[in-house]
């Protein structure tokens, strides 16, 4: 099959690889009707995180079931389904608790900007939908990955109803935020942001203030928009240093920061979080907890999250969409096969 | 009067001090019936915190009411007080939030192990009840700090019924939060203790199970008390880096750690928080908030977090209780003026 591979910093590739196959009768193999381009694929992107030489890349994928296990009992050859990026059995004692990202059989999708991708533990993994038209299918393809994790920042945060929330923020997960503090009941949504264009999604999808100074600026431009008090709740979509103290700075004492960003050389203010009892909750996305709930929202058209896909490529123009996510012509990207 | 000085490592001394005053119209000065060591006093005792030499210690102290300023409207001089470690106005933001430790107005007892101690913000700090007997006493000297203390640590991770918890740190807050756990509805809480007589009062504070191993094997032993999959929630009660791995190491996926211990030395292990979605929630206690709840427990007879004081000593002789504390001889001193 074709797939997305990566060679090295900016060295993003379409090759013929070997077709992925049932390795567990627990599997599901799924033909890709569209991809995209994750935040977090630009760690390895940019030779911040390590790759292996000639890897498949993109854990984002929506399509049809084309192959099941023998032991595959609630999909079928021919459903549409949603591909999380995080595989899960959902009935382990984690899942149950909510935790499908640290499932005790957990896997992640290896190859979703490629023509098939792999699915593990397809029963507990894969929603079923109907085959989404060409307008709704952005929002579900989202349903992968960044409104779920956006979701679940606003979770972990603890939003609730006419809570302040600031978010840390612009990209796809940071906009996918604001819905989700908006859908959870936030009167007030600020987010941080210096792009235009972000700033009117972010707008568009419910947010009350823009804040676009960074740093010191950017927490006192909060703390005065918040009568000094800071934020009822904050969520980290970002994952660096920079915006994890922006965000201990701009909460407020007894407040929770949700953290979504996966942390890259992140030292924790420890000595503010004790001294203002600022806690911290977060990670990894349980997005199969989250799917089922999400899914009805976007099918009765409460949330739109397929907004934050500003291009939309075939898949052999991939490494251009690489491209201009790196150097933010772009939010986020649709590829497909 | 006659005061607890700290002079260096290990030199502790009771000295004349200029007796305390009203500074500010929101004071009142109260004559100390008996103060207490805490675990935190050591941390200067030992040399691994900044001294003022020659500076007043100790923070925890109940007595009666001598002196208040021109502001002050509810308490009164002869008024028999808990004065909680840190003061607050008990009415700004972060006071209303519950989190009276942030007050904006907030300061801390000086002198607990004195004659005289200042307190400010009389009328939001200090919480007036009958003068306790004998018997009473050492339970409602408990409420100035380690039984709101220990609550805070379960408060903070979230302590339900039918939880298991585990407890790390067999100190005075380490048993309270035992209590606490309990009074909070945990079925099972796991202390982990390497001392008998912690162990013994752990128990007879409701602990149901006790790990005497430390560290990966500490951590290894409450696994399998729980099945492989961890405490639902675990109480930090030491501040030590390696308290906080080990709370890190035995937490179930989804959970929250409750820390309470000052942090000392502490790096957090954010990949391991992040990939787990371990939260983290806690710090310095709001003992106002809990005062008035714990006290009608205490009265009650529903708890007798005084059981954790195993030495009695009067003024002239608390360099020996700390001497006593930090070789482990006695888990907590009161000090009788």
Redesign the interface.
């Known amino acids: 099959m074709r797939a997305t591979t990566i060679h090295g910093p900016g060295d993003i590739r379409v090759e013929q690889v070997p077709d992925p196959r049932i390795e567990e009768p627990t599997d599901a193999i799924v033909r890709v009707t569209a991809g995209c381009i994750c935040g977090s694929d630009l760690w390895r992107y940019r030779g911040d995180n390590p790759i292996t030489v000639g890897s498949t890349i993109g854990h984002e994928a929506v399509g049809v079931v084309e192959q099941v296990g023998a032991q595959v009992r609630r999909v079928q050859v021919g459903d549409f389904v949603i591909v999380p990026f995080c595989h899960c059995d959902n009935t382990c004692?984690?899942c149950l608790?909510?935790?499908q990202?640290?499932c005790v059989r957990s896997g992640t999708t290896q190859s979703g900007q490629a023509e098939l991708t792999r699915v593990g533990q397809a029963d507990g993994s894969l929603v079923r939908t109907a085959p989404p038209g060409p307008h709704l299918l952005p929002s579900i393809l989202a349903l992968t990955d960044v409104m779920p994790t956006g979701w679940h920042a606003a979770v972990?945060a603890g939003v609730r109803p006419g809570m302040t929330v600031a978010v840390v923020g612009d990209g796809a997960v940071g906009l996918c935020a604001v819905i989700a503090a908006r859908q959870q009941g936030a009167d007030r949504v600020v987010v941080m942001s210096r792009h235009a264009d972000r700033q009117r999604l972010a707008t568009a999808f419910g947010a009350t203030d823009v804040v676009a100074e960074r740093d010191e600026a950017g927490v006192a431009a909060v703390l005065e928009l918040t009568?000094g008090?800071g934020a009822d709740a904050t969520l980290e979509c970002v994952g660096t240093d920079q915006a994890v103290r922006t965000a201990f700075g701009l909460a407020?004492?007894?407040s929770?920061v949700g953290?979504v960003g996966?942390?890259h050389g992140?030292?924790?203010p420890?000595?503010r979080?004790?001294?203002?009892?600022?806690?911290?909750?977060?990670?990894?996305a349980?997005v199969r907890r989250y799917l089922p709930d999400l899914l009805g929202r976007v099918l009765a058209g409460s949330i739109d999250p397929g907004r934050v896909f500003d291009l939309d490529l075939p898949l052999d123009e991939v490494a251009e969409g690489y491209r201009a996510m790196a150097e933010r012509r772009a939010v986020k990207v649709i590829v497909r096969p």
């Open positions: 004692a984690n608790a909510g935790v990202s640290a972990s009568r008090v407020r004492p007894g929770t953290y996966v942390p992140v030292s924790l420890i000595e979080m004790f001294g203002r009892n600022i806690g911290l909750r977060g990670g990894v349980p």
